[in-house]
């Protein structure tokens, strides 16, 4: 079973998830499941990747510096952001881990340096959600001993986007007193994407290990692709919603159409009888099968059952509107979908995948209660599809997840559970089964290097 893109198609196993012309036109795949501010001031370069004095004489208070340098410029102490009165000033205050605030902008590799002598350098690093932050650079000259301000420390940290290059920067002093750096996931994600090849894809990685404190990683974290069946999890997390407000139970029959019902792969030792037009079957059967056999017959009976408007807007009160299911999952022709408006396509974005994986493990803000969530941990941890991330963990971790393929794209995203680590991992890969299944598995092992690192 397949589900058509064009002249193929989509689907779990032997079939494929279809995308293309065929599919309402998007292309020549298929989809299955088979499975100022620039510079950071002259001394600012060849720190590289030897730069020093991470030992102990970098680390401590800094007892007796005064805590009044940089004021009014990245690196200095602020109580608002209109302590930070310059371009895209912003303050990171003591409530998130920066004793006596920080002035900060966004970067992308590059900080501004100020005009003026008295004022510490800068350098740009990834914050605590993977994106580019500005702090000062360690000075000695004007913060003698420590070359930071009080509760700060001097590290090499790496620069974002730029994993191998390292700079003095001032940073958090942790409960033991030594420097912790803003996030040490990003640099980690983004040497293993360098070294894979895999700098261009959509890869997040969100360590929900001290569930008050995540840290995230991300490349092209919010660049939207289409998802294949990936896009499955909004329709499980709809389900669960619908369940939970009353307006589905699990034992709930639906019939499905013939409109609804397409090709879909049976994984080897799957026994369940295939969807059949005019047959009823519960919300908790269709929803089981969607997930673990990656069944598209399935999903369109389910997607009608809730309703595409409702799906969306449910994502977009999540914070997350970039998950965005506009049609049917098909496995071959016919492509009859009549709800469809012929323009737009399913689409995810990494970074949100992960969010909502994140919020399946431990919940949030106007999300599903725990029955629910612990429902969809078991689907999720029955999948069939083992290939990719999967084949690179460690022995013994449980990865809960959902894959997606089409015959020019392999997707890959689970909750990683090793020991008392917990992570949500969403790999959007822009090439074909053959290319990007071995990299997934690949990936999985450089991620479980990561994980015992941390």
């Avoid at 208070?61 to 602020?78: K, Q, T, Y």
């Avoid at 003026?116 to 994106?131: H, I, K, L, N, R």
């Avoid at 009080?150 to 290059?165: L, M």
Wanted: overall charge negative; aromatic content about 4%; charged content about 25%.
């Amino acid at each position: 079973g397949a589900e058509g893109e064009g002249e193929g198609a989509e689907g779990e196993g032997e079939g494929a998830e279809g995308e293309g012309e065929g599919a309402e036109g998007e292309g020549e795949g298929a989809e299955g499941e088979g499975e100022g501010a620039e510079g950071e001031g002259e001394g600012a370069e060849g720190e590289g990747e030897g730069a020093e004095g991470e030992g102990e004489g970098a680390e401590g208070e800094g007892e007796g510096v005064a805590d009044d340098v940089n004021l009014g410029w990245i690196g200095g102490a602020c109580r608002t952001d209109e302590d930070c009165p310059f371009a895209g000033g912003r303050c990171l205050t003591e409530q998130l881990g920066f004793p006596g605030g920080l002035c900060t902008t966004p970067c992308e590799r590059l900080c501004p340096d100020h005009p003026e002598e008295d004022y510490s350098m800068t350098f740009c690093v990834a914050d605590q959600d993977g994106e580019g932050t500005c702090i000062s650079r360690c000075d000695p000259d004007l913060l003698p001993g420590t070359g930071c301000r009080p509760g700060y420390g001097c590290a090499a940290v790496p620069r974002q986007s730029q994993p191998d290059f390292l700079a003095q920067a001032c940073v958090p002093l942790a409960g033991d007193g030594r420097p912790r750096p803003l996030n040490s996931l990003q640099p980690a994600l983004e040497a293993a994407a360098a070294r894979l090849g895999l700098g261009a894809e959509r890869i997040t990685l969100i360590d929900l290990t001290v569930p008050d404190r995540p840290e995230t990683a991300q490349i092209n974290g919010l660049s939207p692709i289409y998802p294949a069946s990936v896009i499955k999890l909004v329709v499980m997390v709809g389900v669960e919603r619908e369940v939970e407000e009353g307006r589905l139970t699990l034992q709930t029959l639906l019939t499905p159409t013939e409109q609804q019902t397409t090709c879909t792969g049976q994984p080897e030792g799957d026994l369940r009888p295939q969807i059949r037009t005019g047959v009823p079957r519960t919300v908790g059967e269709l929803e089981e099968l969607m997930i673990t056999r990656s069944d598209n017959s399935a999903t369109n009976v389910l997607i009608d059952a809730v309703g595409r408007d409702r799906l969306r807007a449910y994502m977009e009160a999540l914070g997350l509107p970039g998950l965005q299911l506009y049609r049917y999952v098909f496995g071959c022709e016919p492509y009859d979908d009549p709800l469809w408006d012929g323009v737009h396509l399913n689409s995810m974005t990494a970074l949100e995948t992960a969010q909502l994986l994140a919020l399946i493990l431990d919940g949030g803000p106007g999300f599903l209660g725990e029955a629910a969530r612990l429902r969809m941990q078991e689907i999720l941890g029955d999948q069939l599809y083992r290939d990719g991330i999967y084949q690179g963990l460690p022995d013994d971790a449980l990865y809960l997840s959902k894959t997606g393929t089409t015959s020019t794209k392999k997707h890959d995203a689970g909750l990683i559970l090793w020991q008392e680590q917990r992570y949500a991992l969403a790999a959007f890969l822009d090439m074909t089964p053959g290319a990007g299944t071995p990299l997934l598995e690949e990936l999985g092992e450089a991620i479980a290097l990561i994980m015992e690192g941390r």
